[in-house]
């Protein structure tokens, strides 16, 4: 029987399994095929983390994890497929078979890129579609590639891209970006990038692979050639396990203060996937370490 089970191991698994190890708690790290720790992991650049300023996204995570590593944290590899509760304790089932018993669990499993749907996206997935231009980008040297988005993702994408391509089409939806002040201004003065306002991609087109794409501007549609779409619109929570046990808000995010307490007893949640303003590293460590605070003051109850 665990005091906590972790569930994911992304800034905020990996911060709270920082806190219960020094807190001396029986606590273990639930991750689903590890390939960097969480989406920071796709970052080139992360510019706003105290004292780690320019840091690229998964050399910061790696360093989350050695420590989290350097104090004995426990990992085990799986998908938590199923929780269940059983009187106070829970049960926690993996995709593998194998199963958990914890006191409490901290869910920290952050949230997924959300698809375009449009046609033409799924059929090119992995073939000039992408969602991750720090893994991808540099396949793109010399070649024409689109961007679909307004948020700091979509805007550092095409600053990335901008590296290698000799065209980026960056294409948002309204007539503002949502993205910060500063990644805009940089965006607007870099001379291979095109903004395309009040814009949307409406088809992807090609036969075997990415050859244009159908854009549409106030009921007006051009096709644009391009051999690459980076699609950056934004997230969905992966709360769907969980949304039979705790209050879930109408975008599926699990509804938590900062204390991570959520409205069933011995859950908790941390990072993305939860309520809140501001979904950053610095916001998810913080989650991280609170959650494992809320859960000591709740073992002490039950214990
Ligand atoms: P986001 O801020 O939610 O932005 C998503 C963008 O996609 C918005 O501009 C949105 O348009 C657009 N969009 C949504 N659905 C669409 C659709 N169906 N078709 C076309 N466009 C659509 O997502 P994000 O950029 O991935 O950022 C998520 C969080 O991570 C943010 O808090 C961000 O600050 C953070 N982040 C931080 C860093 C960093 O610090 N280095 C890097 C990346 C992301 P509207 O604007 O019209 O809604």
Redesign the pocket.
Do not use: E, M, P
């Given at each position: 029987m665990y005091d906590i089970v972790i569930i994911g191991s992304g800034p905020a698994g990996l911060s709270s399994a920082i806190y219960a190890q020094r807190a001396g708690l029986k606590a273990v790290v639930v991750e689903k095929n590890y390939l960097g720790t969480g989406?920071?992991s796709e970052?080139e650049?992360?510019?706003?983390?105290p004292g780690l300023y320019g840091e690229n996204?998964f050399d910061l995570g790696e360093k989350f994890r050695s420590h989290a590593e350097s104090l004995g944290t426990e990992f085990i590899e799986g998908e938590a497929v199923k929780i269940s509760k059983n009187a106070t304790d829970y049960s926690i089932e993996l995709d593998n078979g194998n199963s958990l018993e914890t006191h409490t669990v901290i869910y920290a499993v952050g949230?997924e890129?959300?698809?375009?749907?449009v046609e033409g996206e799924k059929e090119f997935s992995g073939r000039g579609v992408s969602y991750c231009a720090v893994c991808d980008a540099a396949f793109y040297k010399d070649k024409i590639t689109a961007v679909?988005?307004?948020?700091?993702?979509?805007?550092?994408d095409a600053a990335l891209l901008s590296k290698f391509a000799k065209k980026v089409y960056l294409?948002?939806?309204?007539d503002?970006?949502?993205?910060?002040k500063t990644l805009q201004q940089k965006v607007e003065n870099i001379s291979n990038v095109e903004i395309l306002l009040n814009s949307?991609?409406k088809k992807i087109n090609g036969s075997n692979k990415v050859e244009s794409i159908t854009v549409d501007k106030n009921g007006a549609e051009t096709e644009i050639k391009v051999d690459g779409v980076f699609v950056?619109?934004?997230?969905v929570p992966n709360s769907a396990i969980l949304k039979d046990l705790v209050e879930v808000d109408n975008n599926g995010y699990i509804v938590a203060n900062e204390d991570g307490v959520t409205s069933a007893n011995g859950i908790f949640v941390a990072g993305?996937v939860r309520t809140k303003k501001?979904?950053?590293?610095v916001t998810a460590v913080s989650d991280g370490a609170n959650c494992v605070l809320s859960a000591e003051d709740y073992l002490e109850k039950i214990k």
């Open positions: 989406q920071i970052s650049r992360v510019d706003n983390y996204g949230t890129r959300r698809k375009l749907q679909a988005g307004g948020g700091d993702t979509a805007l550092g294409i948002h939806r309204r503002k970006f949502r993205a910060n949307q991609i950056a619109v934004g997230s993305d501001l979904r950053q590293v």
